[in-house]
């Protein structure tokens, strides 16, 4: 069986980093920071590292190896929000980990952190992503175009919500957080 778990981050895992990012090309454009050398590997470990009150970056570790994230960041408590973000190894993407993953961490968000709202933005040409927020209880409220750009070429966003209020996913996620006194 495969054990899946979810943690913070750790300075361990800058060599699973790279190569998440080096099965997955596709996540220069979709990921915030380019991770193509060393030094951008540790630039995108440092800032997964600071797990604070206003961000809360997870490793979805799979049989002891790194091979995505989901991160709750923007944690705004006058208003209780948070934005979502996810992303995973091509070489682990089609088993669900991510949807999963994420339905933790919402629901965890939702109820033991307190927060009332979560939002998430996916391109619109990265349907799959759509699907896992959908798929963890996210629902579509509008599209912000051509909001993105990478290159010389322009992307539509489509923006999601889940709030506290709405119907939790049935389905258990069937994953376990690492060292939960330490992650509240």
Sequence with gaps: ?????????????????????????????????????LAEARECLDSMLQFT?????????????????????HIERRHDTG????????????QGLVRRSLVKVANWALTDLGLFRLELGHRTNNPASGAVATAAGFHPEGLERQKLRYGDERFDVRTMARLATDPFPTVD????????????
């Design 1 to 37: 069986m495969t054990d899946i778990r979810l943690r913070p981050w750790s300075t361990d895992d800058l060599e699973d980093l790279i190569a998440i990012f080096r099965a997955s090309r596709d996540l220069e454009t979709q990921y915030p920071m380019a991770v193509r050398t």
């Design 53 to 73: 009150e206003q961000h809360k970056a997870f490793a979805i570790v799979q049989n002891d190896r790194c091979v995505g994230n989901v991160a709750i960041t």
């Design 83 to 94: 934005w979502v973000s996810y992303f995973s190894s091509a070489t682990v993407r089609g």
């Design 173 to 184: 996620p069937g994953i376990t957080f690492d060292t939960l006194s330490k992650i509240n």
